[in-house]
């Protein structure tokens, strides 16, 4: 419980209040009970909140930032085949030989659970070192019944942190395992009869996704577990058109996803109904830039049909091993050229929406005081420099925490 009242504040609260940033400059702010109470003038104070006041000097506060997509659980490294990439082979290629995703599997399957926590824990202290006050994290590296839990209760245990939001997702289709490599139906069942059923019997997660691509899974294969998904009560999200277009931001549209992620080759149809469905597009520059990725995701389209954009670091050992959200944000710009509002609202406002969350993202009365203090002069100092640390303080529901 963290009841205070900050003066002098310059708040980026994100918030569609016709100033750029939501910015509410030399304004005052009451926390009490894990929420932001009230914004106002100073001088403007209610009186019954007779809680400790502290002047910020004129800092900016931003919304604790919230990275919508990582894998930051796992076995190993893939080192070797960032050499071998940087020699010339593609990511698709050194996947169909048996590296990529599967070797990772390889390494996690004969992982403990501590090992899992603890090799986690090390990456996600960069994180909460940036002001990232919410994280999810997938699965999908287990590809059996036995790592998948293991993996989720791992985040489980992630989760524990007084620091940082720990959001579990399970993504057990996120690529064929060998045992079932003559068998593709054969693995979908086992997702659809036995995995699923149990992680909702276990309430390991609140949410599903799934890898459909050329080296992943078609449509019609994500169909079956999205419909069982959703016979279950699971909120859907759907890695799509990361490397070709398989229609899967469509899927994800038809079944209300709460994301479609990476969409370097979205088309137009699929953007238009990802609007109508609410889905948000989930940009991973991290990726774009690991892999060498030429093709951009069609942003002015996004923007033309008013699709929310949330930018997330893809954190993962083969094609994203980023540590830095804040990073992020500037590849966000510079790359995908979002302008430096759009991007710290894709790691704030439009990443809870990505996951789901009505209770954070903003600076607004009635949402969690998860809260960055910075030292910066302007709001666009957040996407402008990369590498080093403009954090001055974190607050995790008003608490500081760092």
């Not at 951009?296 to 996004?302: E, G, R």
């Not at 966000?332 to 439009?350: H, S």
Request: charged content about 25%; glycine content about 8%.
């Amino acid at each position: 419980m963290a009841d205070k009242i900050w003066t002098n504040v310059n708040l980026i609260t994100m918030q569609d209040n016709g100033h750029a940033y939501g910015l509410m400059e030399n304004v005052s702010m009451v926390i009490e009970h894990d929420y932001i109470a009230w914004i106002g003038p100073e001088e403007e104070i209610p009186n019954h909140y007779d809680y400790e006041m502290e002047s910020t000097d004129g800092d900016y506060m931003t919304p604790g930032l919230i990275d919508c997509h990582t894998h930051l659980i796992y076995g190993g490294n893939r080192i070797d085949e960032f050499e071998l990439r940087l020699k010339g082979a593609s990511y698709e290629e050194i996947a169909k030989s048996g590296g990529g995703i599967l070797s990772t599997v390889n390494a996690t399957r004969a992982a403990t659970e501590g090992d899992l926590i603890e090799s986690a824990k090390k990456r996600l202290t960069h994180f909460k070192s940036e002001g990232v006050t919410t994280i999810e994290i997938k699965s999908g590296y287990g590809l059996d019944l036995d790592t998948e839990l293991k993996m989720l209760s791992a985040a489980r245990a992630l989760n524990i942190s007084p620091a940082i939001d720990v959001i579990p997702t399970f993504l057990g289709a996120h690529a064929l395992p060998p045992e079932f490599k003559d068998n593709r139906q054969g693995y979908i069942d086992l997702i659809v009869e036995e995995m699923l059923p149990k992680i909702a019997e276990l309430n390991m997660t609140k949410a599903v996704d799934g890898f459909c691509e050329n080296i992943g899974f078609t449509y019609p294969e994500m169909e079956q577990i999205f419909t069982r998904a959703k016979e279950l009560g699971f909120d859907l999200k759907l890695h799509a058109e990361q490397l070709s277009d398989q229609q899967g931001a469509a899927l994800a549209a038809k079944y209300g996803a709460l994301s479609a992620d990476h969409l370097e080759h979205l088309t137009e149809e699929s953007i238009i109904q990802m609007k109508e469905a609410g889905t948000t597009a989930v940009l991973l520059p991290g990726a774009f830039y690991f892999l060498r990725d030429t093709k951009c995701p069609p942003i002015d389209l996004l923007r033309k049909h008013d699709v929310p954009m949330a930018v997330a670091s893809d954190s993962n050992p083969g094609s994203s091993p980023a540590l830095s959200l804040k990073l992020m944000i500037n590849m966000a710009t510079t790359l995908f050229k979002l302008t430096p509002e759009e991007a710290l609202a894709g790691v704030t406002r439009n990443a809870a929406k990505a996951l789901g969350l009505n209770d954070r993202g903003m600076i607004k009365e009635g949402m969690l005081a998860d809260l960055v203090r910075w030292d910066i002069s302007h709001p666009a100092e957040l996407a402008y420099h990369f590498g080093g640390n403009q954090v001055k303080a974190v607050y995790k529901n008003g608490e500081q925490v760092l």
